[in-house]
C-alpha cells in the first residue's frame, strides 16, 4: 500500500509538471448594484504549453520457450 501511495504521488508530481500556464490576460470580478442587475465580469485568458507526447507501436517477434508437460499416469 505504501508504494501504490508513493507512485500515486510521482505520477501526480509529474502531470503537474508537464504543462506550463502563463496568464496573459488578468480577470476581472463582476460589478453589482442595488437592483440585482450588473456586469458578468470577465474571466482570465490563460495561455497553457503542454507537454508533447509521443505514441506509437512497434511490432516486435519474442521467442517463446517449447514446454514439454508429462502427466503421471493414472493407476
Partial sequence: MKKFAI?????AGLAL?????NVTEEGEMPSMDVDVSGDAGELPEVDVKTADV????????IEVPDVD???PSDQ
Avoid at 507512485?7 to 505520477?11: D, G, I, P, S, V
Avoid at 509538471?17 to 500556464?21: G, L, M, R, V, Y
Avoid at 509521443?54 to 517477434?61: P, S
Fill in 54 to 61: 509521443e505514441i506509437g507501436t512497434e511490432e516486435k517477434t
Fill in 69 to 71: 508437460v508429462t502427466m
Fill in 17 to 21: 509538471t508537464a504543462c506550463e500556464a
Fill in 7 to 11: 507512485m500515486a504521488a510521482m505520477t
